[in-house]
């Protein structure tokens, strides 16, 4: 049986870089195209964020049975609960948006209807002094 460790440590590597890539069209790309990015990423159940918390509990989960047989020091399982657990809170709170983003994002699926021209909110209009 081949030992699945360097596989498994290379498929994270790639995630990891292809997470980079993402960052950066993410950073370059148009406001709907960011919102069709934003929607997967933020999508709790198949987006990112949710993938990325279910993998921080799966190494809650891990790292408690070792830190029960004194493998790992329990600072670690604990950490890594937390961790889980505020990730899962914050993709609740990201939740309450998800909707305003996919409804950008299917917007630019959609043909080019007149849209009225956004409006800034209250929280980004500045007033020079």
């Avoid at 891990?62 to 600072?75: V, W």
């Avoid at 950008?104 to 020079?128: E, G, H, Q, Y």
């Amino acid at each position: 049986m081949t030992d699945p460790m360097p596989c498994s440590v290379a498929l994270a590597e790639d995630i990891t870089h292809r997470l980079g890539q993402l960052t950066e069209y993410l950073a370059q790309a148009p406001p709907r195209q960011a919102a069709q990015i934003l929607g997967k990423v933020l999508d709790s159940d198949e987006g990112i964020l949710g993938q990325v918390t279910a993998l921080l509990a799966t190494g809650s989960y891990f790292a408690q049975h070792h830190a029960r047989i004194g493998t790992f020091p329990p600072e670690v399982w604990l950490a890594l609960g937390r961790a889980s657990n505020k990730l899962h809170d914050i993709g609740l709170d990201l939740d309450e948006h998800l909707a305003d983003i996919q409804r950008l994002a299917a917007s630019a699926t959609a043909a080019n209807a007149a849209a009225p021209k956004p409006v800034a909110s209250d929280m980004v209009v500045r007033r020079r002094r």
